[in-house]
């Protein structure tokens, strides 16, 4: 039996500094059975990162509410809010966000690092999760010696370090070529096969939709 894990209802983010506003998303909903993956379409601007950053919980919404398993996520306080991102939700930014002067290893294992997880577990499971994402031969390259490809790849297998229940990918195959692209989508299908991990994945790209069981457009804030 299905059951729903992730409820986003009437999702609204104005955007206020100074005396400008941005409404950027006006109203987006999305429910989401456990281990279903969907993923996001729509053009530039249309709210799509803001979307997925409300469900990541990194920013609250304007109005609208979330539910994560039922409960209510922005009835949390700020620590609490960090202490749940931080332990269910993997996240794969639109630009990789690696840090430039540690390696694959450390890049992957720094969200354990974070929670305090003993330095020799955090780098066994960093080591495992690069082994899955097929990186075992790179994990002491720096970010600068990965390809595209492989760089995206480190991105993925640090959102997924902590074993969080839900991964938001922001445009995860944005700037790479039809192979490597296809590795990548590879790499989240069979998570969220073997896994069961529940996926959104926003894109621009048309051929992310063979990869994920339903789809959603994104036009002007509206879902
Ligand atoms: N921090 C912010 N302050 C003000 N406006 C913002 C902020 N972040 C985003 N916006 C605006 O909100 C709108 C939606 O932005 P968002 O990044 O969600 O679009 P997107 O669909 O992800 O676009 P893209 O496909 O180009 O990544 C845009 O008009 C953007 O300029
Ligand atoms: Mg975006």
Same mark, same amino acid.
């Given at each position: 039996?299905s059951?729903i /894990?992730?409820?986003?209802e009437?999702?609204e983010?104005i &955007?206020?500094? %100074?005396d ?5 998303l !006006?109203s =987006?909903s $999305?429910?989401l059975?456990?281990?279903e993956? #969907?993923?996001?379409?729509g053009p530039?601007?249309?709210g799509k990162?803001?979307? *997925?950053?409300?469900? %990541?919980?990194?920013?609250r919404?304007?109005s609208?509410?979330? /539910?994560?398993?039922?409960?209510? #996520? /922005? ?5 609490e809010?960090?202490e749940?991102?931080n332990?269910?939700? %993997?996240?794969?930014f639109?630009?990789?966000?690696l840090l430039?002067?540690?390696s694959?290893l450390?890049?992957?294992? *720094?969200? $354990?690092l974070?929670?305090?997880i003993?330095?020799t577990?955090?780098?066994e499971?960093?080591? =495992?999760?690069?082994?899955e994402?097929?990186?075992a031969?790179r ?5 600068v ?5 492989e ?6 297998a !640090?959102?997924l370090?902590?074993n969080p229940? *839900?991964? $938001?990918a922001d445009?995860?195959?944005g700037?790479l070529?039809l192979?490597t692209?296809r590795?990548?989508?590879?790499v989240?299908t069979?998570l969220n096969?073997? $896994?069961?991990v529940?996926?959104v994945i926003?894109s621009?790209?048309?051929?992310i939709?063979? /990869?994920?069981d !339903?789809? &959603?457009? *994104?036009i002007?804030?509206?879902?």
């Open positions: 039996m059951r /894990f992730l409820v986003a009437d999702l983010k &955007y206020i500094n %100074g400008d506003r941005v409404h950027a !006006r =987006a $999305l429910k059975n456990k281990g993956a #969907v993923s996001i379409f530039s601007g249309s990162s803001t979307f *997925l950053h409300l469900l %990541g919980a990194f920013d919404p304007t609208g509410k979330v /539910f994560f398993d039922g409960k209510d #996520v /922005f009835e949390m306080d700020d620590s809010l960090a749940f991102r332990r269910e939700i %993997g996240f794969v639109q630009f990789h966000h430039p002067e540690f694959a450390e890049n992957v294992a *720094l969200p $354990l974070i929670a305090k003993p330095r577990e955090a780098f499971r960093a080591n =495992a999760v690069l082994v994402v097929g990186l031969d994990t002491d390259f720096l970010p010696k990965l390809s595209g490809g760089k995206q790849r480190v991105a993925v !640090r959102a370090v902590h229940r *839900l991964v $938001l445009e995860p195959t700037n070529d192979e692209e590795e990548v989508m590879g989240f069979d096969d073997k $896994l069961k529940t996926f926003v621009h790209n048309p051929i939709k063979r /990869f994920t !339903r789809q &959603y457009n *994104l002007d804030g509206k879902m």
